[in-house]
C-alpha cells in the first residue's frame, strides 16, 4: 500500500509510463493470485468506508445529492458489490468441469478464467462514484490492472476517486487520470486489453470506434428512451409512487430512468392524480426548498432541458419551475404528448417525463418495438398472462415487473444493453466474467491412441469413422 508521499510521486509519471509500468507488473504474474485479488478487494472497501463521508459531500458538491439516495445509489451499492465477490470469488476462478464428447475417450475438459490484461475504464458523470467503481470491482476480482478515467463533469468526485485510490494502491496496479476529452482522447490511442465504457451513445460509437484500431474488445453500458409501460389492472396508487421514485430519483439523470411513460386510456385521469400526489408527498409543494431532490448537472445540461419543454407541444401537467443559478428543474409532468413530439426524440436524462396515451396493450407494444432497443423497460399490471406478452415481444437490456430501477440491486441479475443501449453486460459474476478470458482446454491421457485419426486415411477409415460420430452424436 502507499503513502501519501508515494501517490505524489505516481502523479509525476506519464501516462505511457503508467501503462507501460502495468503492463509490466501484469505480466509478472502478480494479480493473479486469489490472496492478491481479495487483498486488494478488501483494502478498495476499507479505503471507500474512510473516505465516505468525503464521497457523499462530492457528491452533493456535484449533483446535490440528498444523502440517502447518495449513499444507497453511489457507496452503498459498491459495499455489496465488494461483499459479494469476496463471498464467491473462489468459486468463480475456480476451473470449470465440462462434459467431453465419448469420441475424445480418456479426456476432460475445463474452462480456465484468465485475466485479460490491462483495462481501461470511464466512467460516467450522473453516478460518477458507482459507475466509476463497480467495473473496477470486477476487473480486480478476475486479476487484472486497471486505468480509471472519472468524469470531468462531476470534478468533486473525479478529485475523491483519484485520492482514493492513489494513496490506497500502486500506478503500476491501478490508476486514476483526470481530465476532459483530450485526455480520453489521448488514452483511446494507446491499446488496452479491454475498454469498458458508461456514457452517451453517440460518445459509445467513437469510443468503440476508437478501440477497432486495436482491435480492442469493448463493453460500452449506453442509454436510450427506456419506457414505463402501465396496464388496466394494476393498484394506481402504489403504481405510481414507484414511477415517481424511479423517475425522480437523482432528479431523473439515471441511464435506467423511466424516460416516458405510456398509460391506457381509461385509467389516465385517476393515474395522473396519484403521480401528482406523490410527487407532493415525496419533494412537498416545494420541492426547490427540500434537501431530498437533486440538481441537474450542470448549466449546458440545464438549457438542453429547458430547451425541450420549450420546444414540447405537450401540457406541462406538473413542475416545469426552474432557477438557472441552482441549476433547479422540478419534477415535471408532461402530458397529451405525441410520438412525434421533441420530447421524444432523444433520451431525457433529467426530471421531465412526458406521458403518452394508448388504447390497447398490442397498439402499445408496437410502438416501442418500432424503436431502438432500450437500456431498461418497465411493465406495471398485474395480469400474468400480458407480463408474459411483453417479456416475449419488447427487446431490452433489462428491467422490472411492477417497479423502476432496482434490478440493479440484484448481482446475480446481468446489467447491460442491447443494440443502441450497449455491448456486454455486468455486475456480480458478470463482472468477473466480462473482465476474464474464457480459455477452453482438453486434458488427454496417452493411455488410448487409435491410428483411426492418422494418415494413410483411406475410404476404411473414412467410414469407420462416420459411424463412430453417428453413433456417439
Not at 452533493?60 to 465477490?85: C, M, N, Q
Not at 490492472?145 to 470534478?155: G, N
Not at 474464457?438 to 467410414?463: C, E, H, I, T, W
Amino acid at each position: 500500500m502507499n503513502s501519501s508521499s508515494n501517490a505524489a510521486a505516481k502523479d509525476s509519471l506519464s501516462m505511457a509510463d503508467i501503462l507501460q509500468a502495468q503492463r509490466s507488473y501484469f505480466r509478472s504474474g502478480a494479480t493473479k493470485s486469489i490472496e492478491f485479488r481479495i487483498q486488494h478487494l478488501r483494502a478498495l472497501k476499507n479505503a471507500i468506508s474512510k473516505h465516505e463521508s468525503e464521497i457523499l459531500e462530492a457528491l452533493h458538491r456535484d449533483l446535490h445529492k440528498p444523502l440517502l439516495e447518495a449513499f444507497t445509489g453511489e457507496v452503498g451499492f459498491i459495499y455489496d458489490e465488494i461483499e459479494y465477490a469476496l463471498r464467491n470469488l473462489r468459486q468463480w476462478a475456480r476451473p470449470q468441469k465440462v462434459r467431453t464428447p465419448l469420441l475424445q475417450f480418456r479426456s476432460s475438459s475445463e474452462i480456465y478464467f484468465e485475466p485479460l490484461g490491462v483495462n481501461l475504464i470511464i466512467g460516467p458523470w450522473n453516478y460518477p462514484f458507482h459507475l466509476m467503481i463497480a467495473p473496477l470491482v470486477g476487473s480486480i476480482a478476475a486479476g487484472n490492472c486497471a486505468i480509471l478515467k472519472p468524469s470531468e463533469i462531476s470534478p468533486a468526485t473525479s478529485r475523491i476517486i483519484h485520492r482514493l485510490i492513489s494513496n490506497t494502491f500502486d500506478a503500476q496496479y491501478l490508476s486514476v487520470v483526470e481530465g476532459g476529452v483530450a485526455i480520453t482522447q489521448e488514452l483511446l490511442a494507446e491499446k488496452f486489453d479491454h475498454i469498458f465504457f458508461t456514457g452517451g451513445t453517440e460518445v459509445g460509437r467513437k469510443i468503440m470506434e476508437a478501440a477497432s484500431k486495436h482491435l480492442t474488445p469493448v463493453t460500452l453500458e449506453l442509454g436510450g428512451k427506456s419506457p414505463c409501460l402501465v396496464d388496466v389492472e394494476v393498484p394506481i396508487e402504489k403504481a405510481a409512487q414507484r414511477i415517481v421514485w424511479g423517475k425522480f430519483f437523482n432528479a431523473g439523470q439515471t441511464c435506467v430512468a423511466p424516460d416516458y411513460l405510456l398509460l391506457p386510456q381509461s385509467i389516465e385521469k385517476a393515474f395522473l392524480l396519484e403521480m401528482q400526489n406523490a410527487v407532493m408527498r415525496f419533494y412537498t409543494t416545494d420541492p426547490f426548498a427540500t434537501s431530498d431532490y437533486a440538481r441537474v448537472i450542470n448549466s449546458r445540461h440545464f438549457q438542453r432541458l429547458t430547451h425541450l419543454l420549450k420546444q414540447t407541444r405537450g401540457q406541462i401537467l406538473m413542475g416545469g419551475t426552474q432557477e438557472e443559478t441552482s441549476r433547479y428543474l422540478a419534477p415535471t409532468l408532461v402530458t397529451q404528448v405525441s410520438w412525434d413530439d421533441p420530447l421524444m426524440a432523444e433520451e431525457i436524462f433529467g426530471p421531465i417525463l412526458p406521458i403518452l396515451t394508448y388504447s390497447s396493450l398490442e397498439s402499445a407494444i408496437a410502438q416501442i418495438s418500432e424503436r431502438p432497443k432500450p437500456l431498461a423497460f418497465y411493465f406495471f399490471s398485474e395480469n400474468k398472462s400480458n407480463q408474459a406478452k411483453v417479456l416475449n415481444e419488447i427487446p431490452f437490456g433489462g428491467g422490472c415487473i411492477n417497479d423502476t430501477l432496482v434490478h440493479l440491486s440484484n448481482p446475480q441479475l446481468p446489467f447491460g444493453g442491447v443494440g443502441d443501449s450497449g455491448i456486454g453486460a455486468y455486475h456480480g459474476k458478470f463482472s468477473f466474467e466480462t473482465f476474464s478470458h474464457r480459455k477452453g482446454v482438453l486434458k488427454k491421457s496417452f493411455f488410448f491412441d487409435p491410428d483411426l485419426r492418422y494418415p494413410p486415411y483411406g475410404k476404411k477409415k473414412l467410414n469407420i469413422l462416420k459411424r463412430l460420430m453417428e453413433f456417439f452424436r
